[in-house]
């Protein structure tokens, strides 16, 4: 009964969170109590207040003002953790807040970005982090932070903290700009696979008219003549055939491979994959193959309705073009084991 009735509130509580939508965030750090033997603690609290609502491929401008909660002598370097292909930075993401603090000093500052990508997202103003950037949402318990969604016909779902409710998860579709697509590879994953990579498309792709795909790549190991390249397609004709990679690439190297390709309406994702396969014996060997992915969504017109990369997906069904049986095709009951002939009349 305890259980029936905590999933009824959960389904009731949880789409009520998903529709929120605040312009003045007041950061509540009783919201992420720390557990167990971590002794998670926040130097400052703070506001963010949005002058303009998340939209696609539109500024969005955030006043933000931070207050200390603790005594401290050190300055404070405030670095704002985003990931760069979901939203392009326009503002400062270093600040710094020279000490000594006291509780209750504040500081003021503004964070501009334009969206690039949908499904649910992160920004985490936080103190003295260093080094690689990390995933901003790891460092929730290090900052104060904000969260909002857009799904992939780009309407804003969520705007507020980051909500323990796990629904606003859709397709992460690039945005369509007018002339050339640009699609990136996450920041934290550069330098962890065997190229870092930029996929450009220009022009915007439309069913049966050509369009190239230009990849751009970064070696970041040895790359051998072992290797091969490979395209792999799904609903689409390239101009392109398998080949070995006849040099040696070595880290720090670039390598730009332009493919035409031609797009073909069908019920489902148009794909084009960039497959490196190493056919060495090399037992050591830091990377075996790596798949860099490109997927296209059309409508019934042609256009391009949606775009993505290696983790693309999760479009709903009815988002996919709608085709037309051919005249030949006949609807039937899928109970019916009876073996039917219709015949065409001559």
């Known amino acids: 009964m305890k259980i029936k009735l905590f999933l009824s509130l959960l389904f009731f509580i949880c789409p009520i969170a998903i529709g929120q939508i605040n312009q003045t ?48 002598a050190t300055d404070w370097q405030i670095r704002l953790l985003n990931h760069n292909n979901v939203a392009r930075m326009l503002s400062d993401t270093l600040f710094n807040w020279p000490g000594p603090h006291k509780r209750g000093d504040k500081y003021s500052g503004y964070i501009e970005f334009i969206p690039l990508m949908s499904d649910k997202w992160t920004m985490v103003l936080t103190n003295n982090c260093t080094g690689k950037v990390p995933i901003p949402e ?12 857009l799904n992939e016909d780009g309407e804003l779902l969520y705007l507020d903290q980051i909500d323990s409710c796990p ?44 369009s190239t795909i230009i990849y751009v790549l970064h070696a970041n190991s040895l790359v051998t003549p072992y290797y091969d390249i490979a395209i792999g397609t799904s609903s689409a004709d390239i101009s392109y055939e398998p080949c070995n990679i006849n040099y040696v690439m070595y880290p720090g190297d670039s390598l ?21 396969n190493d056919r060495s014996s090399n037992s050591d060997r830091k990377y075996e193959h790596q798949s860099i992915i490109c997927g296209f969504i059309f409508d019934n017109d042609g256009n391009l309705r949606y775009c993505g990369g290696s983790n693309f997906g999760h479009v709903p069904e009815d988002k996919y073009p709608k085709l037309p049986y051919p005249e030949w ?16 009349e001559h």
């Open 25 to 72: 965030i007041v950061f509540d750090t009783t919201r992420y109590p720390a557990s167990g033997s971590d002794k998670e603690h926040w130097d400052f609290v703070g506001t963010f207040a949005f002058n303009s609502l998340p939209q696609p491929l539109k500024k969005t401008l955030v006043n933000f003002e931070l207050e200390a909660i603790r005594d401290d």
């Open 138 to 149: 790891m460092m929730i318990y290090h900052g104060i932070s904000f969260q909002w969604c």
């Open 167 to 210: 629904w606003c998860s859709i397709a992460k579709a690039v945005f369509i700009t007018p002339d050339t697509l640009h699609i990136m590879q996450f920041t934290y994953l550069r330098g962890s696979e065997l190229c870092d990579y930029d996929i450009f498309v220009t022009p915007i792709p439309h069913i049966d008219d050509t």
């Open 256 to 276: 730009i491979i332009p493919i035409k390709f031609i797009p073909r309406l069908a019920q489902q994702i148009c794909s084009i994959n960039l497959d490196f």
């Open 329 to 344: 095709y006949l609807q039937y009951d899928r109970k019916d084991t009876s073996v039917y002939l219709n015949r065409c």
